[in-house]
């Protein structure tokens, strides 16, 4: 059975920022699941900073359908955990279930992933003080009002956690946390069978 990777998105999560992700994880041999407010298909967008915009742009992008309601998810169940970017974290980092889901996320210190403003969840969910993070600079504030480290790299890990800036950084990011999640999952089976586990 494939390790199951939780991706969180709602109505607005940015196509780039989840689809790249979502295909990796199955690359490289790991389930993704969708997890949302509600199970349906939600609405993605495209976000780009047109040249002579100093604001962002946003069109419709593909639609994605989730897997599981975030009242509905056991923790235990999964070996990591993605927060997209988009408009989607301004809404649903106010869901009570989704706090909890982080927060546990953080305390287990699972491989976890952040992209863009995907920072704005585990920022709500006051798991990020002390710690280093890429974002957007328009949620640098968000970050460090909540005691994180803005960062403004295309990668950054802070032990469990690693971070990018935009989709534009994607192929920085990623690799590295599919990497700590192989490496989690390689000791979680070791565990299983008994072994020792080899640092």
């Not at 349906?40 to 604001?55: A, C, D, F, S």
């Not at 990591?80 to 106010?94: H, K, N, T, V, W």
Request: net charge negative.
């Amino acid at each position: 059975m494939k390790p199951k990777v939780l991706i969180i998105i709602g109505d607005a999560s940015e196509t780039l920022d989840t689809m790249y992700p979502f295909y990796r994880l199955i690359e490289a041999g790991f389930q993704p699941v969708v997890a949302a407010p509600e199970v349906h298909r939600y609405q993605m967008v495209l976000h780009e900073v047109k040249p002579g915009w100093t604001i962002t742009k946003e069109w419709e992008g593909y639609t994605l359908q989730s897997d599981i309601a975030f009242r509905d998810i056991n923790p235990d169940e999964y070996l990591g955990i993605f927060f997209s970017g988009g408009r989607a974290p301004e809404y649903i980092r106010e869901d009570e279930e989704l706090l909890r889901v982080t927060r546990s996320f953080f305390s287990a210190r699972k491989p976890i992933m952040s992209v863009c403003h995907g920072v704005e969840i585990p920022a709500r969910a006051g798991c990020v003080e002390g710690r280093r993070m890429a974002t957007v600079a328009k949620c640098k504030f968000d970050l460090e009002v909540c005691g994180g480290i803005f960062v403004n790299e295309p990668c950054v890990i802070d032990d469990n956690l690693v971070s990018g800036r935009t989709f534009h950084d994607n192929g920085y990011f990623v690799g590295p946390w599919i990497k700590l999640l192989e490496k989690a999952a390689s000791e979680q089976a070791a565990s299983e069978h008994g072994e020792a586990i080899v640092t």
